[in-house]
T-cell receptor, first 113, second 114 residues
Framework: NAGVTQTPKFQVLKTGQSMTLQCAQD?????MSWYRQDPGMGLRLIHYSVGAGITDQGEVPNGYNVSRSTTEDFPLRLLSAAPSQTSVYFC????????????FGPGTRLTVT | AQKITQTQPGMFVQEKEAVTLDCTYDTSDPSYGLFWYKQPSSGEMIFLIY??????QNATEGRYSLNFQKARKSANLVISASQLGDSAMYFCAITMDSSYKLIFGSGTRLLVRP
């Protein structure tokens, strides 16, 4: 049981490049979400999903796309990276019936130059 | 809109003493949940404790307890018998029961002195 996994751990992009941050969970959780954490700040919700095929926007969705084709995977896509997207990205999952049990991945540190 | 405020950017506590980390919130929803997370220097987010708005008793988990004062809209975290390993960032967060979105505060950095 690996919990919530994220790849890559570190990534450097140039402005305008695109990439996908991967997130997977093996706990059969319905709910998955993406957060970003900027230096000295708490986490802010980017997008979330309450099940396969269902996604919705969080506080800071601009510049990011998500899809949820399976229960296990919830990738986050940056279509055209900007320096303002330099941050640490966390993926989380929880069972729908116990939403308060949020399991976080280890994070991806992204730098956009 | 919901809001979480943590007014203590940093705190010190002596090992083996108790410490209280403050958290106030603002929401118009009658049903909501309050969380505390710990983030050590390694970066992972560790769930500590949860309190539902309708829970009558304050939540406790080992050395962690949540001092929930609904009328004052506060949800302070109390850590008893502090340990060196408690040195970390601590985040308070809120969500509505009807929503899966977590709104985080800006955090409090706790340093435990030997």
């Amino acid at each position: 049981n690996a919990g919530v996994t994220q790849t890559p751990k570190f990534q450097v992009l140039k402005t305008g490049q695109s990439m996908t941050l991967q997130c997977a969970q093996d706990m059969n959780h319905e709910y998955m979400s993406w957060y970003r954490q900027d230096p000295g700040m708490g986490l802010r919700l980017i997008h979330y999903s309450v099940g396969a095929g269902i996604t919705d926007q969080g506080e800071v969705p601009n510049g990011y796309n998500v899809s949820r084709s399976t229960t296990e995977d919830f990738p986050l896509r940056l279509l055209s990276a900007a320096p303002s997207q330099t941050s640490v990205y966390f993926c989380a999952s929880s069972p729908a019936s116990r939403f308060y049990e949020q399991y976080f991945g280890p994070g991806t540190r992204l730098t956009v130059t | 809109a919901q809001k979480i405020t943590q007014t203590q950017p940093g705190m010190f506590v002596q090992e083996k003493e108790a410490v209280t980390l403050d958290c106030t919130y603002d929401t118009s929803d009658p049903s909501y949940g309050l969380f505390w997370y710990k983030q050590p220097s390694s970066g992972e987010m560790i769930f500590l404790i949860y309190q539902g708005s309708y829970d009558q008793q304050n939540a406790t988990e080992g050395r962690y307890s949540l001092n929930f004062q609904k009328a004052r809209k506060s949800a302070n975290l109390v850590i008893s018998a502090s340990q060196l390993g408690d040195s970390a960032m601590y985040f308070c967060a809120i969500t509505m029961d009807s929503s899966y979105k977590l709104i985080f505060g800006s955090g409090t950095r706790l340093l435990v002195r030997p």
